[in-house]
């Protein structure tokens, strides 16, 4: 019988989490390779750090290099991220790029949303500004961007924001010569990052630093040197036998043992186990007790459950089905490890989310082979745990799972929206709603948030203007203005889309009345009332905007537009020409139709494609495209383009114009 056990507080392993900056006193086994990690970094223009899931990438870099760069001469700024911490902000811009505004906020986390909105990365580092130490020498500037693999799985609609994106950072790092940049990407990712990153490496200066798994001395300091803080430790011979277990494995009865690395994860949850096995007056765990106790195969057999019943809770799928598929997939008849294609939205029979919450929770990897994905179990470890997995009948999903709370479904919600499933983000957002208290209004106005933006993204306008309606309404007992306002400008700009322009341009004008010195708020009330045929309106608003802020990207794109829809071609470029590169396809389409107002065909065709390519079905690409194809006298294929703008449709005003030009 297991005693009681010691107090979580005292747990000198972390688990299947990542460790954090302030995990750093209990982080080891990897001090030669953050020193060459935090090398690289500053000597390099770019930095690629890989390796396999669950390798250690993002704990490295927290408890490792942070660390290591303390006392340097360096500007270190938060580890970034590409996908945001919550998805329940109201979207007040479809054209902003989401990875650029992810990694912002991630990089600058005291800097509201809005103030980051519009930005490229470029701008960013030029409003941080420079540097400098004691003598005037520039302070290099290390930014880092963590699981990096998240530009290539977030869900298709994003999918055009991938290659402006990288422009930006290559932009950025051609612009800042104190700038270094890092990147951490899982292997698997790693080709088709390298196939688009050319803009990043053309400056040269580039480095890779591959993290593998830990080599048996790397693996005995993990085990050993957490517990110098505790009142435990283990004696000679003792972790020695833990590295032998968890670095030996049998392929099949009859097979012989098989030497391996030992896995970060696998490490983690064995040691856990281990500790949380031990009597509260244990000071010395003996070669004995490990014996006794350190039993890998249950540990990850313990840990597989868990993770079958976590996903198959989440993702709504029967524990025993999930335990089935993995058996029949990956799992030869020899008893040995098998593979499966990744295809396009599902692998072997099975919702690709569904796989994504695999690997990342470390049962499955994936692998590059041939320029295709294929997956296997993790490690050879897990092929036991994996045939003796729980599950049968009864096993459905949420059985022995206490019920989800409101803002634990809202999480989840938001995780499988990163994988990409919006069908079941729905379904678990619409679970959070109905299990929301009456008293829980902060979490009830992200719901309805999320659900807005869910409606937004689906092109369901109705349901995403009750969405930020019913959230404007929460806030508003919240008195949190800001966000009054941002639901407030959403809605009026999923109103328009929907023909009422009267109505959206009142929710805009509520939603300035609410949140009066937010510039983005202000430039959405431009765009409304230039949508709605007033531009001439707009135009004093972009002014003021301008006037307070003249470095701001959207205002400069939108009175650029307006100008070249009213026909001032010279003024409409002086404002696209500041921020052409890298540049949305409404902004790239606004440019086409200036030069061909100034008859400059060739780099108007020019244009035009390039918009054309990146957003064709949007309305407001096709409008100007549209009028930029008419001046040039092609009025057959204007006609084309506009018939393919869906998301939004063109407005009644856009539609007015057109006609007038046949």
Not at 166 to 188: K, M, V
Not at 387 to 399: E, H, K, M, T, V
Not at 532 to 540: D, E
């Amino acid at each position: 019988m297991i005693a009681d056990q010691p107090s979580s507080k005292a747990e000198p392993y972390v688990g299947l989490r990542s460790y954090t900056k302030d995990d750093q006193d209990r982080f080891f086994g990897r001090d030669a390779k953050a020193y060459e990690v935090s090398v690289m970094w500053q000597a390099h223009r770019l930095t690629v750090l890989h390796g396999p899931s669950g390798v250690g990438k993002t704990s490295l870099l927290e408890a490792g290099v942070l660390p290591a760069l303390a006392d340097k001469r360096v500007n270190v700024l938060p580890i970034g991220r590409l996908s945001h911490g919550s998805a329940s902000n109201p979207v007040v811009s479809p054209e902003r790029n989401p990875f650029t505004l992810a990694l912002l906020s991630s990089w600058a986390p005291g800097e509201s949303l809005t103030g980051l909105s519009g930005l490229t990365i470029r701008q960013f580092f030029r409003l941080r500004g420079s540097r400098t130490d004691k003598y005037g020498d520039p302070i290099p500037i290390l930014a880092a961007i963590d699981q990096a693999e998240e530009l290539f799985f977030d869900f298709s609609h994003r999918q055009r924001f991938r290659n402006p994106f990288i422009a930006q950072l290559a932009e950025a790092l051609d612009d800042n010569e104190d700038l270094r940049l890092l990147l951490s990407i899982r292997d698997d990712y790693l080709a088709p990052f390298m196939a688009r990153a050319e803009p990043l490496r053309s400056g040269g200066f580039a480095a890779s630093v591959m993290l593998a798994p830990f080599r048996d001395e790397e693996a005995l300091a993990a085990i050993r040197e957490p517990l110098a803080d505790t009142a435990r430790s283990f004696a000679p011979q003792a972790a020695e036998i833990l590295v032998r277990r968890l670095r030996t494995v049998r392929l099949h009865d009859e097979g012989s043992p098989a030497a391996h690395s030992v896995e970060p994860v696998q490490l983690q949850i064995v040691c856990s186990a281990l500790w949380n096995s031990c009597p509260l007056d244990l000071t010395v765990i003996t070669p004995e007790y490990v014996e006794r106790h350190a039993d890998v195969d249950r540990s990850l057999g313990d840990f597989l459950d868990q993770a079958l019943a976590q996903i198959g809770h989440e993702h709504e799928i029967p524990v025993d089905r999930l335990g089935a598929w993995l058996r029949e997939t990956f799992i030869t008849a020899l008893g040995t490890r098998g593979t499966a294609y990744e295809g396009e939205t599902q692998t072997a029979g099975m919702p690709n989310s569904v796989v994504k919450a695999l690997i990342d929770r470390h049962v499955l990897k994936a692998e590059m082979r041939s320029g295709s994905r294929w997956c296997e179990l993790q490690h050879d470890r897990l092929l036991q745990p994996v045939l003796r997995a729980s599950g049968g009948a009864s096993a459905r999903p949420g059985s022995g799972q206490t019920p989800m709370s409101a803002a634990q479904h809202l999480r989840v919600a938001e995780q499988v929206l990163a994988d990409g499933d919006l069908e079941l983000a729905g379904t678990h957002a619409e679970k959070a709603r109905r299990t929301c208290g009456e008293d829980e209004l902060r979490i009830r106005a992200e719901i309805e948030s999320f659900l807005g933006n869910l409606a937004d993204t689906a092109g369901n306008w109705a349901a995403a203007e009750s969405c930020y309606k019913q959230a404007s309404q929460v806030y508003e007992r919240l008195r949190d203005t800001s966000a009054v306002g941002h639901s407030l400008a959403a809605a009026g700009r999923v109103i328009l889309h929907q023909g009422r322009p009267d109505e959206a341009i009142a929710e805009l004008l509520a939603a300035v009345g609410r949140v009066p010195g937010d510039l983005a708020v202000q430039v959405e009330l431009a765009i409304v009332l230039w949508h709605t045929g007033s531009p001439q309106a707009a135009l004093p608003i972009l002014h003021s905007v301008l006037s307070a802020d003249g470095d701001t990207p959207v205002a400069l794109r939108v009175r650029g537009a307006i100008l070249a829809d009213l026909g001032k071609p010279e003024p409409a470029l002086r404002d696209l020409d500041r921020v052409r590169e890298p540049a949305e396809p409404a902004t790239i389409a606004a440019r086409a139709l200036a030069l061909a107002e100034l008859d400059r065909a060739e780099e108007a065709s020019v244009e035009l494609e390039a918009a054309l390519l990146g957003g064709r079905d949007q309305g407001l690409v096709a409008y100007l495209c549209a009028r930029a194809l008419s001046r040039m006298g092609d009025r057959a294929r204007a006609a084309q383009v506009v018939r393919e703008a869906t998301r939004p449709p063109l407005t009644s005003y856009q539609r007015r114009i057109l006609a007038d030009l046949r």
